[in-house]
């Protein structure tokens, strides 16, 4: 039954679908195990998972069988943020858990991953390959003289070399970080750099869009620059030799060595992702091996409903907190899928033919990649046997209302579509997938279990039914355990504590519906985030303003009402300078070479100056705000801006496109 206030779902799990989801099993069993409510399905569930946040996440460890070395002391010793104590004196290791279903003889010949290339052919690796891959590589890196709390980096695709140097280097109590390798240089050093890596895994190139891309000069200067390196390891992708000093990885994974899991505390460091360095250096954000393994098991066992007869595919890159998500899909014994190369290569429909050959029950995407495919008037159900697709996940930007009726209409009408929401700060989904509740057209189903998620106004009071920033009042187990050289966490405390003291607050504008339901509207904040990935701004100003030509510059994304992204580049010409198209095209191959092709502007726009603050950081928010259609005195106050005469300019772009 619906009314005004509860809307015509698009879809809804029928009962037989309820009752096989594993968190209807969960809560059945907490219900008699520890206290949880029986009834009232999941929103009864999650305010019992906040309301009695420490016996819920005792309930998640149990449910999932976490090995801990040493038992714990205390679920919650301190819940304050930043610093909350999860499972103090607790030790265990990420990876045995990883690795735990080839243990199981009748599972060591089943895939654990499934690797596929731009032949869009799948390759499998069972269960028991990668266990002894893993072990030879574990044992090698110690030979190497890597303890734990060493850094170990990757500069790969989403190749299976990658998930086992991951897997490895935390197996030995390692900390892993990596790149992508379509990052220029100079962006994968502003990163490694900050936490100096004594191992580098490397390809010698990449595929993608059916051609090949050499990158050993970038390895030559990342070598060159990373002084604190004592090994390089080669994994000849293209085929070519090692480099001098370079390891072979064929001669690290040959051996046959049954890993060994160094037992760590729960907090200890599990890796080093990166934010986009909108003001300066990416952050460097560390998450802990324990915060991680209970919020990946929560996430991909209980609101991804992935189990062992799964197969999980998510388009994605080394280079973004998915990647580190999907390799933990082995949590769960779920095969994992792992593709490189372009999105739609050969063809836009390429990621539904890899749902198709890999058999994914659950594949995720980008609301781009989503967007894309309508536009070019793919049709995956026709073109494609997507029988085994349970669910459609989205994320890196809202799905449109108009991209839910596409994945409904073209893939099934029986499709569980979660669009989800997180950030590479808690490695995980603050809102998104419930395999129980109904799906309503450009929302997310609901806040997640144990995630405290509130939207607060200005004056931090809790509002429903309106817009208001994206706040968690509770402490999460994956949210950092610190940033990378903060040694007295104030660039911690200022990323998110700043506006409400002890309250997370994200950086994104939400409406939480009085059905429980969640609706992103954007970055409240300067983030780029295009096809997905977030990037920083302040990238794009090193490179550009490099050009003698260039005087000052301004990078904007605006997240369009029909599912689009714009992402346009200001720029304050040097006297005597002329935006011609040699110069257009000089700004826009220097973004592609130094950075990626993703941070290559879709307009460059000449501007009289670039607005700053009072202190001289310059306007972004404001001037984004202002191209959202904002009106000048809401969009900022005039009494914080060096010249606010220059806003005008943005105030009329922002009329002269919404009338075209």
């Given at each position: ?96 858990h990883a690795l735990r279903a080839a243990e199981d003889p009748a ?450 994304g605006l997240e369009e009402p029909n599912g689009g992204y714009w ?18 095209a000089r700004i826009k191959a220097t973004i592609r070479e130094e ?66």
């Amino acid at each position: 039954m619906t009314s005004a206030t509860q809307p015509e779902p698009l879809w809804a799990p029928g009962p037989d679908r309820i009752a096989a989801a594993r968190i209807t099993a969960f809560q059945s069993w907490a219900a008699t195990r520890f206290g949880a409510p029986a009834d009232g399905g999941y929103p009864a569930l999650h305010r019992w998972s906040v309301d009695e946040l420490d016996i819920f996440w005792q309930a998640v460890a149990e449910w999932f069988d976490v090995r801990f070395t040493t038992p714990y002391e205390s679920v919650l010793a301190d819940r304050s943020m930043p610093g909350a104590q999860w499972f103090t004196g607790a030790t265990l290791n990420y990876a045995e858990h990883a690795l735990r279903a080839a243990e199981d003889p009748a599972r060591a010949d089943d895939p654990a991953l499934l690797y596929v290339d731009e032949t869009h052919e799948p390759v499998p690796v069972t269960w028991a390959e990668l266990r002894r891959r893993v072990g030879s590589l574990a044992a090698e890196l110690r030979a190497l003289g890597v303890r734990p709390g060493d850094r170990v980096s990757g500069y790969l695709p989403n190749i299976p070399e990658a998930a086992v140097a991951l897997l490895a280097t935390a197996a030995v109590g390692g900390v892993w970080t990596s790149c992508a390798p379509d990052f220029g240089a100079r962006s994968v050093l502003d990163r490694f750099q900050q936490v100096e890596p004594v191992v580098l895994f490397t390809v010698d190139g990449y595929r993608y869009g059916g051609k090949e891309h050499d990158r050993r000069e970038a390895v030559a200067e990342l070598r060159a620059e990373l002084p604190s390196l004592r090994a390089v390891v080669h994994i000849p992708l293209l085929g070519t030799p090692a480099p001098e000093g370079a390891l072979e990885w064929s001669a690290l994974t040959a051996a046959d060595t049954e890993p060994v899991f160094e037992p760590v505390p729960f907090d200890h460091p599990l890796w080093v992702l990166y934010s986009s360095g909108t003001t300066g250096l990416p952050k460097a954000i560390v998450q802990s091996q324990g915060g991680i393994l209970l919020e990946h098991l929560k996430q991909l066992g209980l609101h991804c409903d992935l189990g062992p007869e799964d197969r999980f595919f998510w388009y994605t890159s080394t280079g973004w907190m998915m990647w580190n998500f999907l390799v933990s899909g082995l949590l769960t014994g779920t095969t994992v899928v792992l593709y490189d190369g372009s999105p739609g290569y050969p063809d836009t429909g390429a990621q539904w033919r890899i749902a198709e050959r890999t058999r994914a029950t659950l594949y995720g995407t980008s609301a781009a990649y989503v967007m894309a495919c309508r536009k070019a008037d793919v049709h995956p159900a026709r073109d494609f046997d997507l029988s085994a697709v349970k669910c459609v996940a989205t994320t890196g930007s809202p799905l449109p209302p108009d991209g839910f009726r596409w994945l409904h209409d073209e893939v099934a009408e029986d499709l569980w579509i979660a669009s989800v929401s997180g950030g590479t700060d808690v490695c995980s989904c603050f809102a998104g997938a419930v395999p129980t509740l109904p799906v309503h057209i450009g929302e997310l189903q609901a806040a997640c279990l144990g995630t405290d998620l509130q939207s607060w106004d200005p004056s931090g009071k809790p509002v429903v039914g309106e817009v208001g920033e994206l706040v968690v009042t509770n402490p999460m187990p994956s949210m950092p355990v610190h940033f990378w050289n903060d040694p007295d966490g104030s660039r911690y405390r200022d990323s998110y504590f700043e506006m409400f003291p002890g309250v997370w607050r994200h950086g994104d504008w939400i409406t939480i519906t009085d059905h429980g339901s969640v609706i992103i509207h954007g970055r409240s904040d300067s983030t780029l985030n295009r096809q997905g990935v977030r990037m920083g701004s302040a990238d794009i100003y090193e490179a550009v303003e490099r050009l003698p030509e260039i005087k000052e510059s301004l990078v904007i994304g605006l997240e369009e009402p029909n599912g689009g992204y714009w992402m346009p580049l200001f720029v304050h010409l040097a006297p005597g300078a002329a935006l011609d198209d040699d110069l257009r095209a000089r700004i826009k191959a220097t973004i592609r070479e130094e950075l990626s092709p993703r941070h290559v502007p879709d307009e460059i726009i000449e501007v009289p100056a670039i607005p700053h603050t009072l202190t001289g950081k310059r306007i972004e928010v404001p001037v984004k705000r202002l191209l959202q259609g904002t009106p000048l005195a809401k969009a900022v106050n005039p009494g914080s801006v060096d010249n606010i005469g220059l806003l005008g300019f943005y105030e009329e772009l922002a009329r002269t496109r919404s009338r075209a």
